[in-house]
């Protein structure tokens, strides 16, 4: 019951905090690969590296050779081909390595196995659970210890399945699971450590909506409703996060104390001990952790991309890295963690040293997808290549998919674009991202009717959906169909009324087409949104424009759809 209260407090706080955060709604369907990619990423610490989002197009790190059209051709067929194949080992095992890339085949090897192993997935875990059968799932689970101990083809097994999980990120959901998990087994050191890991990711959360409040920008700050929000909910962000804390490490020290070899335990502690500001009970978590499994790709990883290169600690992180090499021979994944290391004069604002290792010798699934995401729009081929390599390790992600055909259809894989869109969009026809990817491809092409049919089914499954809305409104407005614009701009005012969007679209349509009602308009903004911050400059604006053209305007509107 408590662990339940302490999620319940978690939620309460991060979530309230998240609205706050979240003024640029609007903009969510519009959001680039780089900025999903940052956000999983910060939601998924054990991914290792950042992602910075250009400004510019990357240039093409010096060392890889331009790729040909005709390279992109061969590689893009040999894709396809692979992609018929059905069982997932073989299928990642028969894709081609990109063009202009040198990748370790012992590595991507490795990587095929640890990342295609056939695990219990959260459904099956719950219903045995719920069924009042724990003592399968840790039967299960026992063996995938055993296997990850003892069977090199199964490095990476138990702690590979425990991020499949998702304890650390899906607490919330997951944690009435694991109180009836715990109950039926309350020795179970599998259960523990899933308590534990829920609880850190619990802290995560905690810690990450303090870090927002304490780095709020000085603007938002004179907002005296942020100041008192702030003021409410930083203490018991703070509580909340500290009492996570104790409870993770309290589940994860009698974790260890049940079954030492349960595994996902060590790198979970490191972060405990991270939040919590004890580098002595992180060494000691590295160290039992190791003395287990000195081939534990997981618990390296955390080690030495977290742990040593937070706290700049190199001797020691030259010490795990040259551990980790000498034992590339009996687990080669390790030499992902060998390369993770960005080396002298990395600087993660530049997005081309992210490309760099992805092409060179960057085999880890998250340095590829954050490769793609830098190479998004400016270089499709490429980026579509990436994306590629991104699915051959990686199926169960339904973004990148989408992300890839966007590619595709700019860098004039058009035909194979369309069949993969025509396939996403069948296997879930309410998806309102596959018809937006297609919309955006569309519309980047400059194939605007098109682009605008897709925005309108994006309405049809979902009549709030805010981007496709501005996104016809543009189109509308441009092509001079501003009675549409002035319509579409009326369902977008009532998605939320007191939002400043659509009014200040409607001020800014009426006054580009010179229409007799901008005054009003304008003046509507001006006197219902003066307070926000966020809207001075084009206040500033509205107010130039009713100096220069008169304020004596028709009555300001009463209603959110007012009068054109």
Same mark, same amino acid.
């Given at each position: 019951?408590?662990?339940?209260?302490?999620?319940?407090?978690?939620?309460?706080?991060?979530?309230?905090?998240?609205?706050?955060?979240?003024?640029?709604?609007?903009?969510?369907?519009?959001?680039?690969?780089?900025?999903?990619?940052?956000?999983?990423?910060?939601?998924?610490?054990?991914?290792?590296?950042?992602?910075?989002? =250009? !400004?510019?197009?990357?240039?093409?790190? +010096? #060392?890889?050779? *331009?790729?040909?059209?005709? @390279?992109?051709? /061969?590689?893009? $067929?040999?894709?396809?081909?692979?992609?018929?194949?059905?069982?997932?080992?073989?299928?990642?095992?028969?894709?081609?390595?990109?063009?202009?890339?040198?990748?370790?085949?012992?590595?991507?090897?490795?990587?095929?196995?640890?990342?295609?192993?056939?695990?219990?997935?959260?459904?099956?875990?719950?219903?045995?659970?719920?069924?009042?059968?724990?003592?399968?799932?840790?039967?299960?689970?026992?063996?995938?210890?055993?296997?990850?101990?003892?069977?090199?083809?199964?490095?990476?097994?138990?702690?590979?399945?425990?991020?499949?999980?998702?304890?650390?990120?899906?607490?919330?959901?997951?944690?009435?699971?694991?109180?009836?998990?715990?109950?039926?087994? =309350? !020795?179970?050191?599998?259960?523990?450590? +899933? #308590?534990?890991? *829920?609880?850190?990711?619990? @802290?995560?959360? /905690?810690?990450? $909506?303090?870090?927002?409040?304490?780095?709020?920008?000085?603007?938002?700050?004179?907002?005296?409703?942020?100041?008192?929000?702030?003021?409410?909910?930083?203490?018991?962000?703070?509580?909340?996060?500290?009492?996570?804390?104790?409870?993770?490490?309290?589940?994860?020290?009698?974790?260890?104390?049940?079954?030492?070899?349960?595994?996902?335990?060590?790198?979970?502690?490191?972060?405990?001990?991270?939040?919590?500001?004890?580098?002595?009970?992180?060494?000691?978590?590295?160290?039992?952790?190791?003395?287990?499994?000195?081939?534990?790709?997981?618990?390296?990883?955390?080690?030495?991309?977290?742990?040593?290169?937070?706290?700049?600690?190199?001797?020691?992180?030259?010490?795990?890295?040259?551990?980790?090499? +000498?034992?590339?021979?009996?687990?080669?994944?390790?030499?992902?963690?060998?390369?993770?290391?960005?080396?002298?004069?990395?600087?993660?604002?530049?997005?081309?040293?992210?490309?760099?290792?992805?092409?060179?010798?960057?085999?880890?699934?998250?340095?590829?997808?954050?490769?793609?995401?830098?190479?998004?729009?400016?270089?499709?081929?490429?980026?579509?290549?990436?994306?590629?390599?991104?699915?051959?390790?990686?199926?169960?992600?339904?973004?990148?998919?989408?992300?890839?055909?966007?590619?595709?259809?700019?860098?004039?894989?058009?035909?194979?674009?369309?069949?993969?869109?025509?396939?996403?969009?069948?296997?879930?026809?309410?998806?309102?991202?596959?018809?937006?990817?297609?919309?955006?491809?569309?519309?980047?092409?400059?194939?605007?009717?098109?682009?605008?049919?897709?925005?309108?089914?994006?309405?049809?499954?979902?009549?709030?959906?805010?981007?496709?809305?501005?996104?016809?409104?543009?189109?509308?407005?441009?092509?001079?169909?501003?009675?549409?614009?002035?319509?579409?701009?009326?369902?977008?005012?009532?998605?939320?009324?007191?939002?400043?969007?659509?009014?200040?679209?409607?001020?800014?349509?009426?006054?580009?087409?010179?229409?007799?009602?901008?005054?009003?308009?304008?003046?509507?903004?001006?006197?219902?949104?003066?307070?926000?911050?966020?809207?001075?400059?084009?206040?500033?604006?509205?107010?130039?424009?009713?100096?220069?053209?008169?304020?004596?305007?028709?009555?300001?509107?009463?209603?959110?759809?007012?009068?054109?």
């Amino acid at each position: 019951m408590r662990a339940r209260t302490i999620v319940g407090i978690v939620t309460l706080v991060v979530g309230a905090w998240a609205v706050l955060g979240w003024v640029g709604y609007a903009t969510y369907h519009a959001m680039t690969p780089q900025m999903l990619a940052k956000i999983r990423q910060a939601n998924r610490p054990h991914h290792a590296g950042t992602l910075p989002t =250009p !400004d510019k197009p990357p240039e093409r790190p +010096a #060392s890889v050779p *331009a790729i040909s059209d005709a @390279a992109y051709t /061969a590689y893009f $067929a040999k894709v396809r081909a692979a992609e018929k194949i059905k069982d997932p080992l073989q299928r990642c095992l028969a894709y081609p390595d990109p063009p202009g890339m040198h990748w370790h085949a012992d590595t991507t090897t490795a990587y095929c196995r640890y990342r295609t192993q056939p695990i219990i997935t959260m459904a099956q875990a719950k219903d045995l659970v719920f069924k009042g059968k724990a003592a399968e799932l840790d039967k299960i689970l026992a063996g995938y210890r055993d296997a990850q101990l003892h069977d090199p083809a199964h490095a990476g097994l138990l702690e590979h399945t425990y991020i499949a999980l998702d304890f650390e990120c899906s607490c919330t959901e997951s944690r009435p699971m694991i109180d009836a998990w715990m109950k039926q087994l =309350p !020795d179970s050191a599998f259960a523990l450590a +899933a #308590s534990g890991i *829920a609880h850190q990711g619990e @802290a995560q959360r /905690a810690s990450r $909506a303090v870090w927002n409040m304490e780095h709020e920008s000085a603007e938002q700050l004179r907002d005296p409703a942020i100041r008192s929000r702030i003021q409410e909910y930083k203490p018991k962000a703070i509580q909340a996060r500290d009492t996570a804390l104790h409870l993770a490490r309290q589940d994860l020290d009698m974790a260890v104390v049940r079954d030492s070899a349960v595994l996902p335990v060590y790198s979970a502690m490191i972060y405990v001990g991270w939040m919590s500001a004890e580098p002595l009970y992180i060494e000691q978590a590295i160290k039992r952790g190791l003395t287990v499994d000195p081939l534990s790709f997981r618990l390296r990883a955390v080690a030495i991309t977290h742990w040593y290169k937070a706290m700049r600690s190199t001797p020691d992180k030259d010490a795990q890295a040259r551990e980790a090499t +000498a034992l590339i021979p009996k687990n080669p994944l390790l030499r992902l963690i060998v390369n993770d290391d960005f080396g002298p004069g990395y600087d993660e604002d530049d997005p081309s040293w992210m490309v760099q290792r992805a092409l060179d010798e960057g085999d880890s699934y998250s340095v590829i997808d954050a490769a793609a995401a830098n190479t998004f729009g400016q270089d499709p081929k490429l980026s579509a290549a990436l994306y590629s390599q991104s699915l051959r390790f990686v199926v169960n992600d339904a973004s990148i998919p989408q992300y890839r055909a966007q590619m595709l259809y700019a860098g004039g894989e058009k035909a194979w674009a369309e069949v993969e869109f025509d396939r996403i969009i069948k296997a879930n026809p309410k998806d309102t991202e596959a018809h937006m990817a297609r919309a955006l491809s569309y519309a980047r092409a400059g194939e605007e009717k098109r682009a605008e049919g897709e925005y309108a089914a994006v309405l049809k499954i979902d009549p709030e959906d805010v981007m496709s809305m501005t996104q016809l409104i543009d189109i509308y407005s441009r092509t001079n169909r501003v009675d549409q614009a002035l319509a579409t701009i009326d369902r977008l005012i009532k998605v939320d009324p007191n939002a400043p969007t659509g009014y200040v679209v409607r001020a800014n349509i009426l006054i580009q087409h010179n229409r007799p009602d901008a005054r009003t308009a304008a003046k509507y903004v001006v006197d219902h949104f003066a307070d926000r911050t966020d809207q001075q400059p084009i206040l500033a604006k509205m107010r130039e424009y009713l100096r220069t053209h008169g304020d004596a305007g028709s009555p300001t509107p009463s209603s959110p759809a007012a009068a054109h």
